[in-house]
């Protein structure tokens, strides 16, 4: 028969078990909350919105999402005056509260079903944009742009074509990437500057559209 002590430590397992279930359907539920402030640009699914020029997201890894709500909030990222799509997101960023809202609510975006979104330019060429990426991104973003942790470096295979051609044209200008405390985004930045022009951004891009999905 069991002893009493025996009992108690079981019944406190499974009580340890049950608060810790709880919490992540607590954090998952706060996150989807949150994230109705974030639909008027990012649409429902996360889909992004080419007229306010909001990326895709959803499925985006929460480490990533995290760490871009976190630069905005803190002024490291969208504070630039060419930044119009930085100064809507900053202050939409600034409205979460906590570190455990940004958690929360990228928890949630990284929950999203991700969808692969078809190229809206013309595919540009992907041969020299091949040999580009191969030489210069691959070391971050990986063989098939899925990404890094390690490296700070998000998966770029999903995203819209005209928002990753947008964010390099920023890293080039310096309208991104460049405050100091921005460590990976000087790094992508130092990354951007060796594509000598629009040409090259789009074969990059074009590239990374055509890889496997």
Sequence with gaps: MLNKAYIALIAAAIVTAAVAGCGKQ??????ASLYETCVPCHGNNGE???????????????????????????????????????????????SLLSAKDVDDVA????????????????????????????????TCHGA??????????????????????????KFHSGMRGANPEDITGAQMRAMSMTLADSVAMHDVVSYVKSLPH
């Design 26 to 31: 607590t954090a998952a539920a706060r996150g």
């Design 144 to 169: 098939n742009a899925m990404g890094n942790q390690a490296l700070g470096a998000p998966p770029l295979a999903g995203q819209h074509d005209w928002y990753l051609v947008a964010q390099l044209r």
């Design 48 to 94: 992004g919105n080419l007229t306010l020029r909001a990326p895709a997201i959803a499925g985006l890894p929460q480490w990533y999402v995290s760490a871009e709500l976190t630069k905005f909030r803190s002024g490291v990222r969208g504070s630039h005056p060419d930044d119009m799509e930085g100064h809507r997101m900053a202050p939409m960023a600034r």
């Design 107 to 138: 928890l949630h975006v990284s929950q999203m079903r991700s969808a692969w979104q078809k190229p809206d330019f013309a595919m540009a060429d992907t041969a020299a944009g091949g040999a580009t990426f191969r030489t210069i991104c691959v």
